[in-house]
């Protein structure tokens, strides 16, 4: 069995039992047996900045408030120093009313849209890399044991993904310690919940790592930038946008995360080689660990 003690360092982790979240439905296998497996269950989410509707997100339905709040801080909807009055969530209605002190007009940036490659159709308005212009993350050191210490952890957690699949989490952490893991069917809602956990708490942004599950897209490195994180890591690969946008803002890339391996396509400068790898478990090419994902 495995040893969960490292639960203990989450402030939220995933909840594998959560009722809600999934259903059991009737299948049939290879062998023509009955059984009954689990499936996520997906839910409209509306967000609302005041009264003007946003945009509708296919969503797991859980942090629905966090959702909200992380889309339009990662959208350029919310300023940094942006006074918000309330955030309200009617589970009836499936909305989130994100309210605040001044009210302004995005008309034009959301007749300027642009689907991205992100699971579950991601969004992108148009002028968010205008957005990127000013954008120069902190030049903060990255311990590569940090690296394999995360790795490890984060593969070991029990996650709604071993229960019915189908999803791409989030881990907001800070050096060798997981804070924050948020799971949901496309990974930029993953990364938009923990952007609003952030908000939330009025959480630094300098001294944390992204950890995604998934690939290292245009869309992944532009979120991680607004967010202010300075490190962005992954199990799976790059793309050559996300690999320029992250050169472009001083966005330390991490891919092809897997055992002692791992490959560092921006900001290797910043890496601190502080492990040796021959000390740490190798995986084999076709192995996943349990929990692990592949994106």
Same mark, same amino acid.
């Given at each position: ?12 982790a ?32 509306t ?17 629905? =408030? ?13 300023a940094e120093?942006? =006074? ?22 995005? =008309?034009d ?6 689907r ?7 969004t ?16 903060? =050191? ?21 229960t ?22 496309g ?11 952030m ?8 001294d ?32 050559a ?55």
């Open positions: 069995m495995a040893n969960n003690d490292h639960l203990a360092e989450y402030l939220i995933p909840d594998p039992g959560a009722a809600r979240l999934t259903r059991a439905v009737p299948a049939v296998d290879h062998l023509g047996q009955s059984q009954e497996v689990r499936v996520i269950e997906e839910r409209p989410l967000i609302f900045l005041n009264k003007r509707e946003i945009v509708t997100a296919m969503t797991i339905g859980d942090y629905p =408030e966090y959702l909200a709040l992380g889309f339009l801080r990662n959208q350029g909807m919310l120093d942006e =006074e918000i009055t309330g955030v309200d969530f009617d589970e009836e209605l499936e909305t989130v009313v994100v309210r605040t002190a001044v009210e302004t007009d995005y =008309e940036k959301l007749a300027r849209k642009t991205t490659s992100g699971c579950a159709v991601g992108v308005f148009g002028d968010m890399m205008e957005g990127l212009a000013g954008v120069k993350l902190p030049d903060a =050191e990255l311990r590569t044991s940090w690296l394999y210490a995360l790795s490890d952890k984060i593969n070991r957690t029990p996650s709604l993904y071993l019915a699949g189908a999803l791409h989490g989030t881990v907001l952490c800070q050096r060798d310690r997981p804070l924050v893991y948020m799971e949901d069917v990974r930029h809602n993953a990364v938009d919940k923990a952007a609003g956990w908000l939330s708490n009025n959480a630094t942004a300098a944390k790592i992204l950890y995604t599950t998934g690939r290292l897209t245009s869309e992944m490195v532009i979120k991680t930038a607004m967010m202010g994180i300075p490190v962005l890591a992954s199990r799976s690969g790059f793309t946008w996300g690999v320029e946008i992250a050169n472009q803002v001083g966005l330390t890339l991490i891919g092809r995360m897997r055992g002692r391996r791992f490959q560092c396509l921006a900001g290797a400068e910043r890496l601190v080689r502080d492990a040796d790898p021959s000390l740490v478990p190798d995986e084999d090419k076709k192995h996943r660990r349990k929990g692990a994902y592949q994106g």
